[in-house]
C-alpha cells in the first residue's frame, strides 16, 4: 500500500504558513522523509465566493506548486487532486505534464476529473454542458502528444495537424481518472492507469454530480465495475492503480486516532484491490500538519 496527501488547503481564508514556498516545501520535504509516496494540490482557479462561504477552499495553481515540491524532494510522487481537464487545453496540459515529468525525474502522474463548478466553468469560458466532451477528447490528445510525433487529431473541440512536442518524458506519465460514476469508471478501462475515487454521502455526491460512495461496499460494488469494464477493453486490472480513503480508525490529526483500527481497514482496501490510500492533513498551521505526519510515520508506516 502507498500513501499519497493533497496539500492541506482545506478552508477560506487558507492559512499563510501553508501557501509560502517554504512552507510548500517543508510540507513535502517533511512527507518523504516520513515515507509518504504521493502529494498533490487541488484545482481552482475561479472559484466563486459562493461555493467559499458554502465550504469551499483556497488553491494554488497545481503545476507551478508541484514543481516547487519537486525542487526539494527526489522520490515524493506529484499526483494533483486533481486537474480539472475541460479547464485547459490539452496541448498545454500535455506541456506542463511533461516538463514537469521531465525536471522531477519521472515523478508526475496525471489526476484529471470533468469538473462541478458551474460558475468556475463559466469564468473561464468553458462549456459547463460539454464538459464530458472535452474531457475524452482531452484525453486522446494528451496521450497522442506524450506518445508521438507529427499528431493530426480532430475533434468537436480540438483540431490540429503535424504537430511534434519535444521534449517528450521518457515514458508517457500515468493518467488517473477522477470520480464515482460508471462513465468515469468507463474512461479509466479506456484511457486510465488509475481510478481516483472519492468519500461521497449522498448530499456532497449531488452537488459535486457524481455517484455516491460511502462505504467499503459501495467501493466494493465500483470496484467490481472497474474490473468488468477492464476485461471488456481487454486491460488488465491488476496494472490498475485504485485510489481512496481509509474509513477506518479516524483521523491521523485527531486525538481519537486508533492505529491499530487504520491498520485493519488498511488490509480490508488492499484485499479489494486499493493500491493508493489518500491520507488527511490538518490545514490550521504548519506545525499540526508536520506533527501528523511524524504520528503517522510511527503509528502506521512504521507499523507495517
Known amino acids: 500500500m502507498r500513501f499519497a496527501f493533497t496539500h492541506p488547503m482545506h478552508t477560506h481564508p487558507y492559512n499563510p504558513e501553508l501557501v509560502a514556498g517554504e512552507g510548500i516545501a517543508t510540507v513535502a520535504a517533511a512527507a518523504e522523509a516520513a515515507g509518504i509516496h504521493g ?33 526539494r524532494t527526489t522520490t515524493l510522487r506529484l499526483i494533483p487532486n486533481i486537474v480539472v481537464l475541460p479547464y485547459r487545453n490539452p496541448f498545454v496540459v500535455a506541456k506542463s505534464g511533461a516538463t514537469l515529468d521531465l525536471l522531477s525525474g519521472g515523478r508526475f502522474t496525471l489526476a484529471v476529473g470533468v469538473g462541478y463548478l458551474r460558475r ?31 499528431i493530426s487529431f480532430e475533434g468537436r473541440h480540438f483540431s490540429a495537424r503535424g504537430i511534434t512536442a519535444h521534449p517528450r ?21 479506456q484511457y486510465g492507469d488509475g481510478w481516483c475515487p472519492f468519500p ?10 457524481t455517484a455516491v460512495i460511502d462505504s467499503v461496499q459501495r467501493l466494493t460494488e465500483g470496484i467490481d465495475d472497474l474490473r468488468r469494464r477492464c476485461d471488456a477493453a481487454g486491460r488488465d486490472f491488476s496494472t490498475i492503480d485504485v ?35 489518500s491520507v488527511h492533513l490538518p490545514g490550521d498551521g504548519l506545525a499540526h500538519a508536520l506533527e501528523t505526519l511524524d504520528r503517522f510515520r510511527a503509528d502506521v508506516i512504521e507499523a507495517m
Open 39 to 71: 502529494f498533490g494540490f487541488t484545482d481552482h482557479p475561479a472559484p466563486s465566493q459562493r461555493w467559499l462561504d458554502a465550504g469551499g477552499h483556497d488553491a494554488v495553481d497545481p503545476f507551478v506548486a508541484l514543481g516547487f515540491a519537486a525542487a
Open 120 to 150: 468556475e466553468f463559466a469564468a473561464l469560458g468553458v462549456s459547463y454542458d460539454e464538459r464530458a466532451d472535452l474531457f475524452e477528447e482531452a484525453l486522446q490528445v494528451i496521450r497522442a502528444i506524450w506518445s508521438g510525433d507529427d
Open 169 to 189: 518524458p521518457a515514458s508517457p506519465p500515468p493518467i488517473w481518472i477522477g470520480g464515482n460514476t460508471a462513465a468515469a469508471r468507463q474512461r479509466v478501462a
Open 200 to 209: 461521497a454521502p449522498p448530499q456532497l455526491a449531488q452537488t459535486a454530480g
Open 243 to 277: 485510489t481512496f480513503t481509509n474509513f477506518e480508525g479516524g483521523s491521523p490529526a485527531g486525538d481519537e486516532f486508533n492505529a491499530d483500527a487504520y491498520l485493519g481497514g488498511l488490509e480490508k482496501l488492499a484485499a479489494l484491490g486499493v493500491t493508493w490510500v
